[in-house]
Each structure stands twice: as C-alpha cells, then as structure tokens.
C-alpha cells in the first residue's frame, strides 16, 4: 500500500474572501467581548481555516512528539522512571487524538490529516526532528520542551475558539505534570557524577536553540500573526512567548550549574560554518537580567536552521515522518475491519 496526499478537502486562507460585512462584524464583536466560537456557530472562512492549521499542527505535533521519547521507554535507567515515561508518552499520543477531533469538527477529515501528515503535506514542531542520543535528552525534552509547551499553551487557552480553548485547559494540566518529572530528572542529573553532568550538559545544548525556535519565527517574519490576535486564535505573540520562555528558564539553568551555549557568528551576525557546514559553540554573552526591566538577554536562534528544519531537511525529518507513514500502512487493514470493510490480512501475511 502506499499513501497519498489527500485532494478531497482543500482548506486554504483566502484574503480575498468576500465575507458578509454584518456577520464580520458581529463576529468580531462576539470575539472582542470575549465570547467563545462554537463549532456549528457562523465563522469567516479565514478563522475556520486559521483554526483548523492551528489544531491540526498541534495535533500533528503530539503524535510525532511522542517517538523521541517514546525509543526510550525500553532503556529508561529505572521502573519508577519507566512507568513515569510510558504515561508521559501514552498523555501525548491522547492529546494528539482529542486534537484530531477538534480539527475534524473544523472540516477535515481525520484519515486526510493522517495521510497529509505521511506525505509530508503538512507540519508539526520544529522540536521533534533531532534526535535524543541519550537518557538526559528525555530529561531536556520533558523540562524545556514541555516547558515550552506549557507556556504556550497557557496563552492559547485564552484563545477564542470553544473546543481548542477547554482541550487546552484539559492538557496544560497533563503537561504540568510531564514539566515536574523532566525537572525532578534534570535535578537528578545536576546532583549526580561528572559524567551525568556533562551529559545533561550536553543534551541541554542540544535542545536550548530548538526550544527558543519552538514560538515560531521572530514577530516580524510571522505572516499569520496579525489576523490571529485579532481573532483570538493567538493571545500573544511568537517574540513575547520566547522572551517569557528565556525569563523562565536561563535563570533556572544557570542555578542547576547549567552553561547556555549560542553559536559562534560573523559581523553581520550570520551563524558561521566551516567548509564541512559545522558551527562552533560559543558561550552566549547576551545571557544576563537587565535590573532595570527584570528580562534576560540572549542570542536569537539560528534561524536559517528554523526553516530547513520546518520545511522538511532537519536531522529525523525523513525518520520521524517514515515511522508514521509506517504505522499508518500497518494500521490500514485494522481501520478497514473496524469499519466492516473487506480487511484482508495485516501486512507481511498475505
Ligand atoms: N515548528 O506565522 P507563524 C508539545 C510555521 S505540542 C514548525 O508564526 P503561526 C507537547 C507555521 O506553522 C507542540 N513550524 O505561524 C509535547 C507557519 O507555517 P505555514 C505543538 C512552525 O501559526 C511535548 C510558519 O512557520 N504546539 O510540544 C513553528 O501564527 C513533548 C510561519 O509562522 C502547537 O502546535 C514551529 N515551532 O504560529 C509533545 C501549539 N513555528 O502555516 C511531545 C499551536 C511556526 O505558513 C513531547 N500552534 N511554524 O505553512 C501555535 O501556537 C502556532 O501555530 C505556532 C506558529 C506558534 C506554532
């Protein structure tokens, strides 16, 4: 079997779009007095779409989420750490799902979101195309990615749309709970041998760039941002979450005895990289409170890799999107038999 891209349903913006200027206008209105949006209620095509793109790549995004974590449940150090992470990963896979409903309610068929996601037709976070080499990656994963996560999640539940608005509320309190184990992890790590240092050093370095990539790109390269806060979709924006994310977190680093790294850059403030595409590590100066407004100083990530990443050319893209491609082909004959369809035997036995 192979997959296809789906063609069915095609859901794009349209700034062109002529909408019903009193329906516009009451719509904004119901949003300004901060009413939520209910999915049978009337919508311009650009919030319905705005909205679907949204759920559906966070949908996407905690499905794929789960396999960096997930390749480590058979090795994790311990069985209070084992039982802790198949929970962790089985949350993410359940938030994945109630997210896919959100979105079908939005218009999109699930089995085209799944396929879309196999072709690599559309997104999911930026996070999830590196790899995670060791245990304390599981650990940077669980206390800056779902840190990440949390924050900004925190302001989409303040969003506008009813159903994405309490799936939120229903998360954030999962993640609250993945966010205490990945710190509890690092603590441990912090708090243990030369080598368990360096490592959690290490793996830390890994994830600080992608993490500060994770809000989207800065605010003025940000296409979507703009109609988005108008309509509630968003509450804040790309550049205001990485700056609460940096508040919250260098100075957490720098107390566990955690050293943030940038990469090294030309005059113009170019990444430099040597004729083998390497960059060099450099300790980021810019990490410091300023007294006055009480916000941290850092170096912007490389963004050049942002958006190799996100078109598809990071490190596991291929991987991550293989696997799923892989378990969707296997899952076929399942979905067939649930549905009374003529089954036929799972893959491999035919
Ligand atoms: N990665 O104009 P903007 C989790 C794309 S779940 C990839 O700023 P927007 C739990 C963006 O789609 C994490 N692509 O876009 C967990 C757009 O592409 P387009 C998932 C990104 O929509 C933890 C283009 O760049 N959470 O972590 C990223 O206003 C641990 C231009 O960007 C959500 O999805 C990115 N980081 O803002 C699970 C939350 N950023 O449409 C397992 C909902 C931007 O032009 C383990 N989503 N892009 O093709 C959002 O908050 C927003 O959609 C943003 C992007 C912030 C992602």
Known sequence: MSVSAATETELKMNWDAQEDPALSAAFQARIDAG???????????????????????????????????????????????????????????????????????????????LRDLCVGKTKYHNVFNYPAPTWADVAAIQWLVDG???????????????????????????????????????????????????????????????????????????????????WRIKTQTNDTLRQKFVDRF?????????????????????????????????????IRMDERTGAWGFTQPDWDEFYQVIRGAGPLNKQRVGLRRFSYEQGQWVRKAVLGQSAGLPPGRN
């Open 35 to 113: 009413e939520l949006i209910e999915a049978d209620d009337w919508m311009p095509h650009n919030y319905r779409v705005g909205m679907l793109r949204m759920s559906e790549h966070h949908a996407n995004s905690e499905i794929v989420g789960a396999l960096p974590e997930g390749e480590w449940i058979t090795r994790a150090p311990s069985l209070f750490r084992k039982l802790a992470l198949v929970a962790k990963v089985q949350d993410e896979v359940g938030h994945g799902q109630m997210l896919y409903r959100v979105s079908q309610d939005l218009g999109k068929p699930r089995d085209q979101m």
């Open 148 to 230: 990440a996560a949390i924050m900004n999640q925190k302001s989409l539940a303040d969003g506008s749309y009813g159903p994405y608005v309490r799936t939120m509320r229903r998360i954030n309190m999962e993640e609250a709970f993945h966010f205490k184990s990945g710190e509890d992890m690092v603590l441990t790590l912090m708090s243990g041998t030369p080598r368990q240092k360096q490592m959690t050093q290490e793996a830390f370095d890994r994830w600080w760039g992608p993490c500060l990539m994770f809000f989207g790109p800065p605010d003025k390269e940000s296409s979507k941002t703009g109609p988005f806060m108008q």
């Open 250 to 286: 260098a100075p957490a680093a720098l107390d566990l005895g955690l050293k943030i790294h940038t990469w090294k850059r030309d005059a113009e403030g170019r990444v430099v990289r040597d004729a083998g595409g390497q960059r060099t590590v450099i300790p980021d100066d810019n």
